[in-house]
């Protein structure tokens, strides 16, 4: 079979693989495919013969690499038929049987197409080269998202490398002795008080997103800012979550709040089944050692670790830690609407700096909080604009049922 030459091959397959951190058999694979679309150039460009090429003519065609021989060979899969229609993909019953007897109309035989040294033009070198690049690049990408795809919502060791406009370039692994890979840190994901960043500044990060197919820059978007990295950093200070003694039931993260007046700040609801067990207890740890821990790694934002309990009144009135509640009012249950009144002293508290604090105890319970003060709560009044507040989204609520369960008739018929 004959051979186009290609010299240095197999140690120009060792170089690509080692500097874009790509396993030889997926360089090959780009090589090959680069090269077919070379030879497709090359034929329409030098041998069209008049042909008109469909999009899928050359389907039928592949190119096999020697390395040994440092060189190609274009091979094409023909259909062996009594007259010959089209050269590119039949091939006469009479020319196969001189080299094999036994051959039938309508079997296929692999036929060396492959051009002759010279004929494999400047045009389809630079086809080549240009391909070459898009399929090592589309390598890589897949790569990375098959490795990295499985631990998307976990959190990774991240190494500064470099700064593009508002975002932060950091390299990341997926696990010890992996190759490092490029992830994207953009400004909605970072922590304003641990800007600036440096080169080569180490950081925990929450591997959000892995982007799939074409996309310019990397193909991960890591964050500082997401819940999942508070999760993640009390599960590897607190071993009793690790142990699932201790879960989390909730976490509601302001890491970087509308105004630079307020702090960052998250509330964390914990649980356990264990009855000699403080849930509270284990996550803030001896003299504060494990949640200390934690608000190191995020810069010094504000945790406050809750109790969760299966009582609306009582998980709302302790998300609202610290402030010291009255009582709280389940005002509308359908809606989840709850009035909690504290004592005038403590309304500052309850609803905190620019109402950081009812705002993420509202994120932590999914109930809407209005604080009232104690002193001018008046309870006649209240209960009757709930009484009207309920009536009136009766019907609505009524006609949702109905909604839902014509919708589950439907289903079931289907």
Same mark, same amino acid.
């Given at each position: ?230 999760? @993640? ?5 607190? !071993?009793?979550?690790?142990? &699932?003694?201790?879960? %989390?039931? #909730?976490?509601? +993260?302001? /890491? ?58 009582? @998980? ?5 830690? !610290?402030?010291?509640?009255? &009582?709280?009012?389940? %005002?509308? #249950?359908?809606? +989840?609407? /709850? ?76």
């Amino acid at each position: 079979m004959s051979l186009l030459n290609l010299p240095g091959l197999g140690q120009m397959v060792e170089v690509i693989s080692k500097e874009r951190n790509l396993p030889k058999h997926a360089v090959q694979n780009a090589l090959r495919e680069a090269l077919l679309k070379g030879y497709e150039r090359f034929r329409k460009t030098y041998r069209s013969d008049g042909i008109n090429f469909e999009e899928e003519h050359f389907n039928n065609f592949d190119v096999e690499l020697d390395l040994e021989g440092e060189g190609f060979r274009v091979l094409a899969t023909k259909t062996i038929v009594d007259e010959v229609g089209d050269a590119d993909h039949e091939i006469g019953l009479f020319e196969v049987r001189e080299v094999a007897p036994e051959a039938q109309a309508g079997g296929t035989v692999v036929v060396d197409v492959t051009p002759e040294q010279g004929d494999f033009g400047r045009m389809a070198a630079i086809q080549t080269k240009q391909v070459l690049a898009q399929k090592l690049r589309d390598q890589q990408r897949k790569i990375i998202q098959e490795e990295f795809q499985d631990i998307e919502g976990t959190v990774l060791q991240g190494r500064v490398l470099r700064f593009e406009t508002t975002s932060v370039i950091v390299s990341v692994s997926s696990g010890f002795g992996q190759p490092e890979v490029e992830a994207e840190l953009p400004k909605r994901e970072q922590l304003a008080g641990e800007r600036p960043y440096r080169p080569n500044m180490t950081l925990k990060v929450y591997l959000k997103k892995v982007f799939e197919g074409s996309r310019r820059g990397p193909q991960l978007l890591v964050s500082r800012a997401d819940a999942g990295l508070v999760v @993640y950093l009390f599960a590897n200070e607190v !071993p009793e979550i690790e142990e &699932e003694i201790v879960r %989390i039931v #909730a976490v509601a +993260r302001e /890491a970087n709040p509308p105004s630079s007046a307020v702090g960052p700040r998250t509330k964390i609801a914990v649980d356990t089944l264990e009855r000699d067990v403080d849930p509270v207890g284990a996550c803030i740890g001896a003299r504060g050692a494990r949640i200390q821990a934690v608000v190191a790694e995020l810069r010094g934002e504000k945790i406050d670790v809750i109790r969760w309990s299966p009582d609306p009144s009582t @998980y709302i009135a302790n998300s609202l830690s !610290p402030a010291r509640i009255h &009582e709280v009012r389940l %005002i509308n #249950a359908n809606e +989840r609407i /709850a009035h909690v009144i504290v004592p005038e002293d403590q309304l500052s508290l309850a609803i905190g700096k620019e109402g950081q604090n009812v705002r993420l105890a509202a994120r932590l319970t999914g109930w809407k909080i209005d604080i009232k003060n104690l002193s001018k709560y008046d309870y006649e009044d209240e209960d009757r604009k709930a009484q009207e507040s309920i009536a009136r989204s009766a019907p609505i609520l009524e006609q949702s049922n109905l909604d839902d369960e014509e919708n589950d008739y439907d289903n079931n018929e289907d």
